[in-house]
């Protein structure tokens, strides 16, 4: 028993101190209309065993690119089933339709893994558009 509970510490700060084998890029910022806010779409990579995803953040105007996955959107190209960009993941289109509301519009053959309907107090609506 004393193996195995030290076996899983290990494993459980490996976990937790090691970096994420994750990176982030930066797509585009939108920012609100009132500029509090902003709306980041970023391509993210965890390496060679899964796809490119498209993803989207709401964030405060000032923060920068976070490193965690998106709090709003994410979605990969199903193997090829949805047309991707030159980066690998499916396109993604967001406007602001108010300081409190965002619309985005992807592809529907796009496997959607997260489509928050809010994050805070920003609402969010998605089209499903070719």
């Known amino acids: 028993m004393t193996v195995a509970a030290m076996v899983l ?3 459980l700060r490996a976990y937790w101190f090691l970096p994420s084998m994750c990176a982030n890029e930066l797509v585009s910022e939108i920012p609100s209309p009132v500029g509090m806010l902003k709306i980041v779409v970023f391509l ?68 959607v893994f997260k489509s928050a309907d809010r994050v805070d107090d920003v609402r969010a609506s998605y089209v499903q558009s070719r």
């Open 9 to 11: 510490v290990a494993i």
């Open 44 to 111: 993210r990579d965890c390496g060679a065993t899964t796809a490119a995803s498209i993803q989207a953040s709401v964030v405060a105007a000032d923060a920068p690119l976070p490193s965690t996955a998106g709090n709003l959107f994410v979605a990969d190209s199903d193997h090829g089933k949805a047309p991707v960009t030159a980066s690998g993941a499916p396109e993604l289109q967001v406007a602001w339709s108010s300081p409190r509301e965002v619309v985005l519009h992807h592809d529907p053959r796009a496997r």
